[in-house]
């Protein structure tokens, strides 16, 4: 399959080109996420129920929540279709459970690994570092890479196909299997998106008095993280089209 990260690219910039409102998802999101950061919470905001929890509430549902409908509607936009917004709710209700499952399957094994590591942290930075740790740490990093890779593309599979949660999982298995190599070249250029925001652009938006802790991190976050669920949707549109069959 030849499909290169140019045409992904600009196939995904042109869907949030064409309809600009498809941000509206994130900027509450990220809105909200601000508004919490703000909460006097000092007290709870080092425990490990907290980490769980926010975790667990912005890091799965809430994320998966505002991510399902933002790639809804930018199915909608990819089909060119308009569709009323009572009935891209209601269409969309349908297919949270199975975004919930799918993900579920794969996000708390995700969340263990990555607790694992906070854990066992202390032992690799120590003086002399066990080895054994350091191992096995090295060795979760691979099951770690292939579940975030597999999760990466549930919800776009849930969302265009009307899988359930674990057909979603093997169909993910299947673009892995057939276009890894293209796999890998988008992940790269999500993370690079990601380390650019990261590093030099939020950090100078965060800077501007006034408004650039709420409005402009929130619009610029809002539509970075947008632009990139665009662009896993759009990939496996086109990637399923030549070589993913229906599992059943």
Same mark, same amino acid.
Not at 137 to 147: G, N
């Given at each position: 399959? /030849?499909?290169?990260?140019?045409? $992904? ?39 490990? +129920? ?13 994320? +998966? ?37 799918? =993900? ?26 066990? +080895? ?31 899988? /359930? ?44 008095? $006034? ?33 993913? =069959?229906? $599992?059943?």
């Amino acid at each position: 399959m /030849n499909l290169s990260i140019k045409t $992904v690219t600009s196939d995904a910039f042109s869907l949030l080109k064409k309809d600009p409102l498809i941000v509206a998802p994130y900027l509450i999101f990220f809105s909200a996420v601000t508004i919490f950061e703000t909460l006097p919470l000092s007290g709870i905001k080092s425990s490990s +129920l907290y980490f769980i929890a926010k975790l667990i509430i912005f890091g799965w549902v809430a994320d +998966l929540l505002f991510k399902g409908f933002t790639l809804h509607l930018g199915f909608q936009l990819y089909q060119k279709k308009e569709i009323p917004p009572v009935e891209n709710i209601r269409t969309f209700a349908k297919k949270l459970p199975a975004m919930m499952v799918g =993900t579920g399957m794969l996000i708390f094994p995700i969340f263990g690994l990555l607790k694992w590591w906070e854990i066992n942290a202390n032992a690799v930075q120590s003086p002399t570092p066990d +080895l054994g740790i350091l191992a096995l740490l090295f060795l979760t990093f691979i099951p770690l890479i292939f579940l975030s890779l597999l999760l990466n593309f549930v919800p776009s599979i849930v969302i265009t196909t009307s899988s /359930n949660g674990w057909t979603a999982i093997k169909r993910s298995f299947y673009l892995l299997r057939y276009s890894f190599k293209q796999v890998l070249w988008l992940t790269s250029f999500i993370i690079l998106i990601a380390l650019v925001s990261i590093s030099i652009i939020s950090p100078v938006l965060l800077e501007v008095p $006034v408004i650039g802790k709420s409005i402009l991190w929130v619009g610029f976050q809002a539509a970075m993280t947008t632009f990139i669920d665009l662009l896993c949707l759009v990939f496996y549109c086109k990637a399923s089209e030549p070589k993913i =069959t229906a $599992v059943a």
